[in-house]
């Protein structure tokens, strides 16, 4: 490497507020970037920091601060940070960061991987590295979904308390003074004596409901009022939509009255609306990914009637004064074919396949340490709590005529443990889901349309934001030019030659190859 001295700066980041307080991330990320310096002979001018903020996204304070500088500073400045993930656990925001960082004269280190080398193996090896840890960021959210899941199922809210309640060793308690003001508007709705959202607004219990956290009055509005005449969490039930899940029996109990509470939702429901049917992505998988080439707007799906059956068609619900577009509705095969279409155009080359295989699986070698890593030690953080949990038994039985809170206190700390050693036996690594993903990945390479015909409507969503860099626009009644994402653009057929390598002149500019943040619309 260039043994001139240059200038730079450091990065490091950590996801958890229990990394900053028990952990050294932060502290041996920043030694390890600094001892990279010294060795290149580069000057670190400034570091940058991010304290429990998730690679997830590019809202982060320490990260908008590195930006900045680089942008009032101009000249070349080297960004060290310790592995890619740290800069972005998300495949779009890579790219993005990379090209803005690169737009203010940054030159990228990781300290484990070539981020800026102009050879196309590094290149593909660069976008394996940021699609892993995209999968791996997506794969812990799920495992944590899955936990809120359960324990919601058990009966347990694990939210922000509803207004008049509060959180007390994690059930939910009456706060005993907006819950009696809300019990009472309760009463009185269900009597007739508000015929309105609004005149309740201008009660005398609504508006002495106060905010705990604030100290201050709530914001009247219609919407609060529905949701407190509406929530079932007042009388011990929960619903989580998010989870598909509803009346779950809580952990605690309510303060308004079952037979109340119907009295009051037959009131609220009484006022009648237009029903508007609602159809999901498990008949319109391309729901949210595609947008009529005249407004922009997104298609929807639904069902048109006929004589002998219903018909499934997309659509623009787009005003004729705001969309022209001919036709409205269009057939739902139709779309799905021009897709598959699309699909088919990139399947990729065998030879290139066979490369990709090997970046994969080295970068599955190091994510394979890092899980077993986890795996050993929360195995040895076990049998430490089983110990553990052995000894305040054995307290616990020589300790029988001594006091009830000593005794009660005892059984709450094997609890205690017993809730811990279960968390850390719900992690639960194989290499088998390594190599699974790694099958899947080739499989997903060298035939995307037949992976996206018999995936489910979430891993769907998944394959389109893996092919395609953004939405795909209807015209005419047909889904016009696509956009492919780098991987794609890199190693489809289209792109290869005879002998299966790259042309020089078949790939766009660097800077056109970066994915684009889509628009929000």
Known sequence: MNTITREGVIYTRVSSLKQVTQGSGLDSQHSACLAHAKENQITILESFQDAAYSGKTTDRPGLEKLISYLKQRKEKTYVIFDTVDRLSRDTEDYFFLKMTIRKYNGFLISLKDDLESDNPIDQLKETMVVAFADFDRKKNLERVNSRMKEKIKSGYWLHRPPVGMLLENKVLVPDNINSRLIKKIYEDFAIGKYISFESIKFS???RQLINPISGRPYKLKNEFIKSILTNKLYIGIIDSPKWGLKNINAKHEGFVDKNLFEKVQRRVKSKTRKNYSV???D????????QCGHCSHKLTGNYSTGRNKKHPYYRCNSSKEICDLRPKNIKRNIIHDDFIKLLKKVRINTEVLELADKIMEDTFNKNSSHHKGIKNHNESKIKDL???????IDKLLITSNKSVSVIKALEEEIESIDRQIKALEQYKFSSGD???????GKALLSHPDKEW???NPKVKK???NYVFEKNLKVIDGRIGTASYTLPYRLMSNNLLTNNGMVELGGIEPPTS???RKRSPS
């Open 283 to 290: 008949h319109f998988p391309l729901k949210g990914d595609i």
């Open 204 to 206: 005398k219990e609504a």
């Open 513 to 515: 190859c970066v994915p």
């Open 279 to 281: 159809v999901g992505i």
């Open 386 to 392: 089983i110990q553990r949990k052995k000894l305040q």
């Open 462 to 464: 998944i394959i389109f």
């Open 453 to 455: 015909e018999k995936a």
């Open 434 to 440: 390594l190599v699974n993903f790694k099958l899947k």
